[in-house]
C-alpha cells in the first residue's frame, strides 16, 4: 500500500504541485516537483517511526518516548539536514527527511530486537505482551479451519462470555466480534 502512495505521488505530483504553487514559473515547478519526490521516499518509515512512539506511550517508556520524539522533530533531524545542507545543497533538507526517518526506523527495529522476552523478531514486532495478565480459566482459544468452524466460533463465544457472568447483550457483542 505505502509503495501505491509513493508511486501515486512520483507519477502525479506534477498536477498536485501546479494545484498549490502560486507560480507559473517552470523552474519553480521542476524544483518543487524534484523535493517533494525524494521527500516521498520517507513515507514508509513514517509508519514504523510514528507507530513505535505510540507504542512506547501505551507501555508508559515515557522517558524513552520523549527522548524518541525529540530525535523525531529536532535532535536527530536538525544535524543531519544541516550537514546534508552542506554537502549536497538545498536538496539536502529533502534527503535529511528521509535519513532521519530510515535512522529512526532502524533504531526503532534496533530496539524492538534487543527486548528480554522470548520469540522470534516477527513475534515481536507484534509489540504484543507475552500475558495480558489474565488467568488460564478466563481465556479462551479456539482454532477454525473452515466457514462453519468460523460460525460455529461465534456460539462458542458467546457460550463462554455467558459463562464467566457477562449479561445478553455483551456476550453477543463478544459473539459478534469474533
Known amino acids: 500500500m505505502t509503495g501505491d502512495y509513493i508511486r501515486g505521488y512520483i507519477v502525479g505530483m506534477p498536477f498536485f504541485v501546479r494545484v498549490f504553487l502560486k507560480s507559473?514559473?517552470?523552474?519553480?515547478?521542476?524544483?518543487?516537483?524534484?523535493?517533494?519526490?525524494?521527500a516521498a521516499f520517507s513515507i514508509p518509515f513514517y509508519?514504523?517511526?510514528?507507530?513505535?512512539?505510540?507504542?512506547?506511550?501505551?507501555?508508559?517508556?515515557?522517558?524513552?518516548?520523549?527522548?524518541?520524539?525529540?530525535?523525531?522533530?529536532?535532535?536527530?533531524?536538525?544535524?543531519?539536514?544541516?550537514?546534508?545542507?552542506?554537502?549536497?545543497?538545498?536538496?539536502?533538507?529533502w534527503i535529511g527527511r528521509v535519513v532521519n526517518m530510515l535512522e529512526l526506523a532502524l533504531l526503532a527495529v534496533f530496539y524492538i530486537h534487543?527486548?528480554?522476552?522470548?520469540?522470534?523478531?516477527?513475534?515481536?514486532?507484534l509489540l504484543m505482551p507475552a500475558s495480558f495478565g489474565i488467568p488460564n480459566e478466563n481465556e479462551i482459544s479456539v482454532t477454525a479451519d473452515s466457514t462453519e468452524e468460523i460460525l460455529d466460533l461465534s456460539h462458542i463465544a458467546v457460550a463462554f462470555a455467558l459463562e464467566h457472568g457477562a449479561d445478553k447483550k455483551r456476550a453477543r457483542s463478544f459473539g459478534l466480534l469474533t
Open 24 to 38: 507559473n514559473d517552470p523552474q519553480a515547478l521542476d524544483l518543487c516537483i524534484e523535493c517533494i519526490r525524494e
Open 47 to 93: 509508519s514504523v517511526v510514528y507507530n513505535f512512539n505510540n507504542y512506547l506511550m501505551a507501555v508508559k517508556r515515557l522517558r524513552f518516548d520523549t527522548f524518541y520524539s525529540f530525535l523525531i522533530e529536532c535532535g536527530n533531524l536538525v544535524p543531519i539536514t544541516f550537514l546534508l545542507l552542506q554537502v549536497v545543497g538545498y536538496q539536502g533538507a
Open 114 to 125: 534487543c527486548q528480554k522476552e522470548k520469540g522470534s523478531f516477527g513475534d515481536k514486532m
